[in-house]
DNA sequence: CGAGCAACTCGAACATTGGTCGAGTCGCCG
DNA sequence: CGGCGACTCGACCAATGTTCGAGTTGCTCG
């Protein structure tokens, strides 16, 4: 529940670089003199956060997040190499948001439905974290790892394969991310909704079933996430009691 | 099979403006003189796709495009009012390469594996079109709406009940999309992959599961792609023959 | 107390981007 | 030939991510 922003490396000395492997969790945090720095990572994860909140994804400028904490642009790559960092470590930060048990019930398909439920809530909240470009780097922070380790044991819990366990944890990551993506980037104004519903129509004799359909006017966001969760969950006969015996 | 490119649009005169609903596809294209134009929609996104392919997402500039086409950078913005629109006409580009059979057989479910299967591949033969920054405006072009009409038919004549189909077509397409962006965009090196790993064995205490379970090393992404949709088709129940009776 | 050094900050600068402005050119139709 | 719509483009703008190198600050050891 409680988000775990820092960490406890040690100081490397010299100007963080871009070598190496790359992602932010395998290189070290700044060292901090004995009083806190005026800048952190913490302080710089949350100002980024609060500004990709309030402003959205492509506002966040390296210049405009240094504004925030009332420092120099540059001063932002003493304690990060790179604006991905950055992303990376908000992403992290959602994770942080979303309440991960501390142990698993008796119905683990309930223990997952809930995670899941929860964290799209929390994705809901910052929406620019669903719907980011691509990242070339797979996830490693603590708060994503935390979660990941009660999803998959969950999983293992509900009679899933262990040679299941990557794709059905893909298959409910992706449900997750894809859904709550497209809820928060298709606001359509009303106007919006009515011209391409009107489109549709207009087209109705090459694609019936689509105009017929409300492809673009519904926004049933939460019964598309349940009704998907479900179809998966049932596919993979996750089992909703203790196992027998 | 056949990509549509072009519209059958009217002529509008003046500049392309980015006023209104916004959505190229609701938008006229260039009326064209008489002879070809040297520069035309259909041209435009050739080189789009070409030059995404080659060099990937963010290396797409109004400038290079043109510069591709043999054409000054501005000139572009004649035929399209914005990058976005050259991304929207790309993607859906994408989807013209997709097969989409002419007609059902008596087995839906098969109809729809085979499109999911046949989409993805195409995806991934253009892998900046997954994982591509959230887009603010529904897909609208002609070869997805083709696209779509098959899938959604496909997915009535599987037995999936009227309400739900907007939650089966978002989970399917979330699926596929999100299989794919994953795969193409953490293409570990060795290396990267033997990092990461070693960061989790480093942690193994906390994440056990996660440790135990190749989550950054594992690239069987046809499994994966599989296995998820076996889950998803399952869950919904998709029938596998004709509707008895 | 003071020298030295690591930790940190920052302004100026660079190349690159998406997009606009307004002045052109081209070729058909009268 | 004249005009007009279709099209092209060079110059320009404000903004961006990142680097360079020169500072400043404050702990530590003599």
Redesign the pocket.
């Known amino acids: 529940m409680k988000a775990i922003t820092g960490s406890e490396h040690a100081?490397?000395?010299?100007?963080a670089h871009?070598g190496g492997v790359g992602s932010v969790w395998l290189r070290p945090a700044?060292?901090?003199?004995?009083?806190e720095?005026?800048?952190t990572r913490e302080r710089i994860v949350g100002a980024a956060v609060a500004l990709l909140d309030e402003e959205g994804f492509d506002?966040?400028?390296?210049?405009?997040l240094?504004e925030r904490l009332?420092?120099?642009?540059?001063?932002l790559?003493?304690?990060v190499?790179?604006?991905?960092d950055v992303v990376d470590l908000a992403v992290d930060a959602v994770f942080g948001e979303t309440p991960v048990p501390g142990r698993h019930t008796d119905r683990p398909r309930d223990d997952i439905a809930r995670l899941l439920h929860d964290w799209r809530r929390a994705v809901l909240r910052h929406p620019w974290s669903a719907g980011l470009p691509a990242r070339r780097r797979p996830l490693l922070g603590p708060n994503f790892l935390t979660w990941m380790e009660f999803l998959q044991s969950a999983l293992l819990r509900a009679g899933l394969p262990e040679d299941r366990l990557n794709a059905a944890t893909w298959a409910l990551y992706n449900h997750v991310m894809g859904a709550t993506a497209a809820q928060s980037s298709l606001r359509l104004s009303p106007e919006e909704a009515r011209a391409g519903q009107a489109y549709l129509d207009g087209r109705r004799d090459r694609y019936p079933t689509v105009a017929a359909h409300s492809y673009v006017t519904d926004d049933d966001w939460d019964g598309t996430f349940a009704a998907g969760l479900e179809y998966l969950l049932d596919g993979m006969g996750a089992r909703r009691g203790p196992a027998a015996g």
């Open positions: 100081s490397e000395g010299g100007r871009r700044r060292a901090g003199r004995s009083g720095a005026p800048l506002r966040l400028t390296m210049r405009r240094a009332g420092a120099g642009a540059t001063t790559y003493w304690h190499t790179t604006k991905d």
